[in-house]
C-alpha cells in the first residue's frame, strides 16, 4: 500500500491547473535569450506594475524579517472606502485564486455540488473537487454563461454557482441588466459567486454595480484581483467582497498570514495610483484593437473579448501554436477548457502585440504548407 492510495480520490482525480509557459524555461528549451521572447500567455500587466506600488515594496523590505499584519488593516481600510463596504465584509487572499478556495472551503462538503459554466475559468472545478463537492458544468451560449442553462443546473445540493464576469479565457460578458436578472432568480440559498477579475477594463456603462449589489443580496460574493489591470500577479493578492456573515465563515478557513506584506503595501499603494490604470486601460484599448485589426486581415474568427485577452480560431491551434513557441512567442493554449481550436491571447505592448501577429503569420503559412 502507498501513501498516495490514501489520498481521497477527489484528490487523485484532479488534474492540476495549467499555467503559461515561464520564460525562462521557453529559452532554455529553445536555446533562446529570455530578451528575445514575447510573452503573452497569462493576462498580465504589459507595463507592469504602478511605480508607486514598487516604491511602497521598498518601503517594507526591512520588515521583511517580521510577520505581515494578518488582519490586513491598511489594505482592508482602503478596499472600505474605495468600495464603501465594512471593514468586515471584505476577505484578502493571496490572490483571488485563494478567495475562491475560500468560499469552496468555507461552504462545500463532499454531499454538496457547485454549478460553473462551460468554458468558464478552470479554478472552479480544480476548487470545488478538491473539496470532493460534485461540480455541474452548465453548457455556454455562444462561449459565454447562459442564464438559463445557469439556472437549470442548480440542484438540490447546489450551495455555490460561479460566475466569471468578464470570463476567462473567453472575454465573454454578461451586461449589468442580464446579470441582475440572473442573480435575482438564484435561489437565495445558493451562493453566487461573482468573480470580476477583469472589471477594471469595461467601460462605465457595462459594468454592473455589483458591489451595490451586496446590500440586496445577502447570498452574493464578488471577487477582485490585483493581478490583472493593477499588474501585482507575482505578488499575489486579491479579495472578496460579501455580507459580513458570509465574510466571517471564509475568514475562518483562511491562513492566518496568507497575504504577505509586500502584496498588502503595493495593493494600497496600485490602488491610489489612479493614473497609471488609466494608462494600463488605454494601452490595452489600442492593443486589443490592434489583435483584432491583424486578425481580421488574416482571416481569422476570433471571440470578441471584455478583458485583457482575446482568443483567437486557428483551427489546428497546437500545431500553430508549436510554430509559435519556436519562434519565441508564449500564448495559451486553451484545448484543456474544451477549445482545442482556439488559442488565448494576452493583449501585449504594441511592439510585442507585433512581434506576435508576425509570427502567427508565419505560423500560419507553415500549417499551409
Ligand atoms: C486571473 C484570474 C483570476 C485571479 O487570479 P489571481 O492572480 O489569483 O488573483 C480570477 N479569476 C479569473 C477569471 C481570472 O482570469
Known amino acids: 500500500m502507498d501513501n498516495c492510495d490514501f489520498a481521497p480520490s477527489h484528490v487523485r482525480g484532479i ?5 503559461g509557459k515561464p520564460i525562462a524555461e521557453l529559452a532554455r528549451e529553445m536555446d533562446l ?6 510573452k503573452l500567455a497569462s493576462n498580465e500587466n504589459p507595463l507592469g506594475a504602478s511605480p508607486r506600488a514598487l516604491a511602497a515594496i521598498e ?25 464603501g463596504v465594512e471593514m468586515n465584509q ?22 454538496s455540488s457547485a454549478v460553473f459554466s462551460q468554458y468558464a475559468f478552470a479554478v472552479y472545478p480544480l476548487a470545488i473537487q478538491a473539496i470532493g463537492a460534485r461540480g455541474i458544468e452548465a453548457p455556454a451560449r455562444h462561449f459565454g454563461h447562459d442564464p438559463e442553462a445557469l439556472l437549470a443546473a442548480i440542484a438540490a445540493d447546489t450551495r455555490i454557482l460561479f460566475i466569471a464576469n468578464p470570463n476567462n479565457p473567453t472575454g465573454t460578458l454578461l451586461e449589468p ?7 435575482e432568480r438564484i435561489p437565495a440559498h445558493v451562493l453566487v459567486v461573482l468573480d470580476e477579475a477583469y472589471t477594471e477594463y469595461l467601460p462605465d456603462a457595462l459594468r454592473s454595480d455589483s458591489v451595490g449589489w451586496l446590500k440586496r443580496f445577502p447570498n452574493l460574493i464578488v471577487t477582485r484581483t490585483f493581478s490583472k489591470a493593477y499588474g501585482l500577479a507575482g505578488l499575489r493578492v486579491g479579495y472578496a467582497l460579501a455580507s459580513p456573515q458570509v465574510a ?6 483562511r491562513q492566518p ?9 503595493a495593493a494600497v499603494a496600485a490602488m491610489e495610483d489612479v493614473a497609471f490604470l488609466d494608462e494600463c486601460l488605454a494601452i490595452n484599448r ?5 489583435l483584432t485589426a491583424g486578425f481580421e486581415r488574416l482571416g481569422l474568427e476570433y471571440i470578441p473579448s471584455h478583458g485583457n485577452f482575446v482568443a483567437v480560431r486557428l483551427g489546428d491551434a497546437a500545431t500553430v501554436n508549436r510554430s509559435l513557441l519556436a519562434q519565441g512567442v508564449i500564448v495559451r493554449p486553451i484545448a484543456n477548457y474544451g477549445m482545442p481550436e482556439h488559442l488565448r491571447v494576452s493583449v501585449g505592448l504594441e511592439g510585442e502585440n507585433n512581434v506576435f501577429l508576425q509570427a502567427l503569420e508565419r505560423a500560419l503559412e507553415e500549417l499551409e504548407k
Open 257 to 265: 498570514f496568507n497575504v504577505n506584506a509586500f502584496a498588502q503595501a
Open 33 to 38: 535569450l529570455e530578451c528575445d521572447i514575447v
Open 248 to 253: 466571517d465563515m471564509m475568514n475562518r478557513v
Open 286 to 290: 489600442a492593443g486589443m484593437a490592434q
Open 177 to 183: 441588466d442580464r446579470l441582475l436578472a440572473l442573480i
Open 90 to 111: 471584505i476577505v484578502l487572499g493571496n490572490g483571488s485564486n485563494d478567495v475562491l478556495e475560500l468560499v469552496a472551503r468555507a461552504f462545500l462538503t463532499p454531499q
Open 15 to 19: 488534474a492540476p491547473y495549467q499555467p
Open 59 to 83: 518601503n517594507v523590505l526591512m520588515e521583511v524579517a517580521r510577520y505581515p499584519d494578518g488582519s490586513g488593516f491598511m489594505l482592508k481600510t482602503a478596499l472600505a472606502q474605495k468600495h
